[in-house]
């Protein structure tokens, strides 16, 4: 008896605990402030909202943090590092480039900011709006080797993108650049960043650069300061330079006749790193000019609006304005 009255007893309270504990789960979704005031996030988008295009770079601004150790933001499952920056007449802060890919979906998403001060770590919530960028449409026909690679080149490109791959995942955690950013070269911009190609009728993945009409042999400059981190002979690409400017910001520069520098060399705003040429998958001579930051694909034209314009300027920057859509010709006789 007594033991049956002990077992009742407990499938009493463990009814008890499941209806306590049922309770709780619905009280707190329905007023989850009062019951756990320390454990949720702030609303998102609370501390701010920033719009850009697809392909374009927003410059967000997180103000008043005197002693951060560390301000890191997540977007997208990207991770942008954020930088201290004085500037006359402004509140002291820190700043992130927020590269918005070609490839993001339009509309709203959050960018997560962490700011670390010690032991201690505050959250901050912005909305990023992203607008559709209309990309144009390429229509290109190129020799069939050029486009339907046989196998022993599938295998080759395959590990080239791998070679590419490792090498920028050993991004430079500093800062490297220290002024604004240049066009690498004196030409002409096609303005087909993102267009969408149809190769011989096949469409083909969009083109992830700007292309720059220039004169063989025409010299390119690096953008800014960096480390040249990989110096490369690939099936598309070509002869072509990648330059880690830090804080996972690189800019690549392709279809090179020549390349002047080394894996590994420092580099300085401006300073001559090859030579304008046709290798790789190009039908005339161009530059290719490319950005990667902190993982997204974005339009490096974005980069000369970009607000460190306290550096020298130099010889190779054009002052030439450029369109704001700039026109595109249904067939454009150069690629990468
Ligand atoms: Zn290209």
Do not use: C
């Amino acid at each position: 008896m007594m033991l049956t009255a002990l077992k009742h007893a407990q499938l009493r309270i463990s009814r008890l605990d499941r209806t306590v504990i049922t309770a709780v789960v619905l009280l707190s979704s329905v007023f989850p402030v009062e019951l756990f005031p320390n454990t949720l996030p702030a609303s998102k988008g609370l501390d701010g909202q920033y719009s850009g295009k697809q392909g374009q770079v927003l410059v967000v601004k997180v103000q008043g943090e005197e002693q951060a150790t560390e301000v890191k933001g997540t977007f997208l499952s990207r991770t942008i590092p954020f930088f201290r920056e004085f500037r006359p007449g402004e509140p002291t802060g820190y700043i992130g480039l927020l590269g918005i890919d070609m490839q993001d979906d339009p509309g709203t998403h959050e960018l997560a900011v962490e700011v670390k001060q010690g032991e201690q770590a505050k959250q901050l919530s912005f909305n990023i709006l992203v607008a559709k960028e209309k990309f144009a449409v390429e229509h290109l026909n190129l020799p069939k080797e050029k486009v339907d690679l046989d196998e022993k080149a599938v295998a080759r490109w395959k590990a080239e993108q791998e070679q590419v791959k490792e090498a920028l995942t050993e991004n430079s955690r500093l800062k490297l650049w220290h002024s604004n950013f240049l066009e690498p070269v004196n030409g002409k911009r096609t303005g087909i960043f993102g267009s969408v190609r149809i190769m011989n009728g096949k469409p083909r993945n969009p083109h992830n650069g700007e292309d720059i009409g220039a004169p063989m042999g025409a010299d390119v400059a690096a953008s800014n300061d960096g480390v040249v981190r990989l110096t490369v002979d690939h099936v598309f690409s070509g002869k072509g330079v990648f330059v880690d400017h830090g804080l996972g910001f690189y800019t690549m520069y392709f279809h090179l006749s020549e390349v002047l520098v080394k894996d590994g060399d420092l580099v300085t705003a401006g300073q001559i790193i090859g030579k304008v040429g046709a290798t790789g998958r190009a039908t005339g001579p161009h530059l290719h000019w490319g950005v990667k930051l902190n993982g997204a694909r974005v339009n490096p034209y974005s980069l000369l609006d970009l607000p460190f314009k306290n550096g020298t300027s130099h010889a190779n920057s054009i002052a030439t304005p450029m369109p704001e859509t700039p026109s595109v010709p249904e067939v454009v006789p150069i690629k990468q």
